[in-house]
């Protein structure tokens, strides 16, 4: 069966993106990461999305990524932040080896705000983060398998211990 080595979750600015990157090129694989997977089946940007058509339609097309990429990716997998709120996305994880990469509230507003525009973030992006977190962490602490905390690390560090949970499970 087709798996992914290693599924990347964690709120937005825990690093998934950048860190999935590195971590695919250390392994000699591929990422795919959902947001861009989205945004092709859109044909737009993630902002767009949310702007013409909706947060829930956003969050089909992100459950119909999820599921595909499960399915045929065997590369790192990044999702965004907010794909673990579906129930079925959270069944479909259930046997995979999904890292957590964790991040405290200050150092992802200070990341989240380098980034590039998120849609939930756009205003107020502290309060913004401060209620996603208290929503999402239980859901993040329970589908992950590795736990990592990226606060004040690089992703190199990141990735290097990753890599060490990844040969012992
Ligand atoms: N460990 C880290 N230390 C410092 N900056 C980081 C780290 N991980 C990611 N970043 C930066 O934070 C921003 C958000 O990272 P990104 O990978 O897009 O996060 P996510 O996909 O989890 O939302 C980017 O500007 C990225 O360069
Ligand atoms: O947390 C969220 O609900 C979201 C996170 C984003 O991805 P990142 O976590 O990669 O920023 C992206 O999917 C969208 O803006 C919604
Ligand atoms: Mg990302």
Do not use: C, W
């Not at 860190?19 to 795919?32: D, I, K, N, P």
């Not at 767009?48 to 590369?75: K, T």
């Amino acid at each position: 069966m087709t798996r992914p080595k290693a599924v990347l979750i964690g709120p937005p600015g825990s690093g998934k993106s950048t860190v999935g990157a590195a971590l695919a090129e250390r392994l000699g694989v591929t990422l795919r990461d959902t947001d861009a997977d989205t945004e092709a089946a859109a044909g737009k940007p993630i902002g767009e999305i949310f702007i013409d058509d909706g947060e829930e339609h956003f969050r089909a097309l992100e459950r119909a990524a999820v599921q595909a990429a499960l399915a045929e990716h065997e590369g790192v997998l990044a999702l965004g932040g907010g794909a673990i709120l579906a129930a079925e996305t959270q069944e479909l994880l259930a046997g995979h080896t999904v890292v957590y990469l964790q991040v405290g509230l200050s150092e992802a507003v200070k990341r989240v705000g380098l980034a590039s525009a998120r849609p939930l973030l756009v205003m107020n992006p502290r309060s913004q983060l401060r209620k996603l977190l208290e929503e999402r962490l239980p859901i993040y602490e329970r589908l992950g398998t590795i736990v990592v905390a990226t606060d004040g690390r690089d992703p190199a560090e990141i990735v290097e211990e990753i890599i060490k949970e990844l040969e012992r499970s």
